[in-house]
């Protein structure tokens, strides 16, 4: 009996020597959060949130968790802010939190209406899950998934098997059950043999003739006429890179376009991150939208300049090697003895 109340004791001591943070903590953080406040005033909530993510890291106090929230309340990054408040409330009699629920609660609320909560289930078991991106566990998840709402993607990845996404939209305050399958990555079959001819195909550049005798005896050759079919693949070739020339100019036009529209509206930060500045009229969800777009236009201008390019050559490469119905070549000698004079004469037909 007495050995199990001197361990409830331990036990207790512990737990209230952990809880407390050391004045100098305190200090340092209070320091930190008066700086952000400071940087919130002048309208930068983007430079004010890393100095209370800094002062929750060294004093992780109920003010901490929720002056980080209301930073981020500011920037739209709703799941951050149930988090928070989330945790500052879990110390209601502390004096601060007791000065401010009004607004706590207000926030939560708001931040409530924001976040949509989703169940991934699916298979094979073991599957790397990705919400936006950004990995969340793997299958089964111990937990759902707390998300923005608005459009989101689901992603599942397996060894041995295609990734499958499913994208859907979920509204604030929902929750959504999410099924996503990856199948199995089932190897393509060899290619068929090709088949070969008896006939063996004449060498490009090489005039094809066919020879016939006529009823004196004489040996004549005519060139053979070259089929429409040989003189297709170079056109075909061209057209093509017609087509992706234009995609090109298109892509590059776009790409310009959206960035402007970029660069008047958003912003990246000096940890790489894109933020709307105060004043604009987009969001940070809108900003990344756009960089994701002027940069797909991007690629399909490159695409479609370097397709063009190779296209063009491949279809010159199939001119130069298509044969031509009109080049003969003869050379011929005849001997002169008219006037008791010996001489040769030739000539030479191209």
């Not at 007791?98 to 609660?105: E, L, S, V």
């Not at 929902?174 to 399958?181: D, F, K, L, N, T």
């Not at 995609?247 to 990246?268: E, M």
């Amino acid at each position: 009996m007495f050995r199990r109340a001197f361990l409830v004791v331990i036990v207790v001591l512990i737990a209230s020597a952990s809880s407390v943070v050391p004045a100098w903590a305190r200090e340092s953080a209070d320091q930190l959060i008066k700086k952000g406040l400071e940087l919130r005033k002048r309208g930068d909530d983007l430079g004010a949130l890393p100095l209370f993510d800094e002062a929750y890291r060294i004093a992780p106090t109920p003010r901490a968790a929720a002056q980080r929230a209301f930073c981020a309340q500011a920037l739209g990054r709703w799941t951050q802010v149930e988090a928070d408040l989330t945790e500052a409330l879990k110390s209601p009699d502390d004096a601060w939190v007791k000065k401010n629920r009004a607004a706590i609660d207000e926030s939560l609320r708001v931040a409530k209406t924001k976040v949509a909560v989703i169940e991934v289930v699916g298979d094979p078991p073991g599957s790397e899950v990705l919400v936006n991106g950004k990995a969340v566990g793997q299958l089964p998840l111990a937990s759902p998934v707390r998300i923005e709402a608005g459009e989101i993607d689901v992603e599942l990845r397996a060894d041995g098997h295609r990734p499958a996404t499913k994208t859907l939209r979920v509204d604030g305050g929902q929750y959504q059950r999410v099924v996503v399958r990856a199948d199995a990555d089932v190897p393509a079959p060899p290619p068929a043999p090709t088949p070969t001819s008896a006939t063996p195909a004449p060498a490009p550049n090489v005039s094809v003739y066919v020879t016939q005798t006529n009823p004196s005896g004489t040996v004549t050759s005519r060139p053979e006429p070259v089929s429409a079919a040989r003189r297709a693949p170079k056109w075909v070739s061209w057209g093509l890179g017609a087509v992706s020339l234009g995609v090109g100019v298109y892509g590059i036009a776009r790409y310009r376009g959206l960035l402007d529209d970029f660069n008047a509206d958003c912003a990246f930060d000096q940890m790489g991150a894109i933020y709307a500045p105060t004043g604009s009229t987009r969001t940070m969800k809108s900003c990344e939208t756009l960089r994701d777009d002027y940069r797909s236009a991007r690629t399909i201008g490159i695409v479609g300049l370097a397709g063009a390019g190779a296209l063009t050559i491949t279809g010159l490469l199939f001119y130069i090697a298509e044969p031509r119905s009109d080049s003969r070549t003869a050379f011929s000698c005849t001997p002169d003895v008219s006037s008791l004079h010996l001489s040769l004469g030739c000539s030479l037909r191209f």
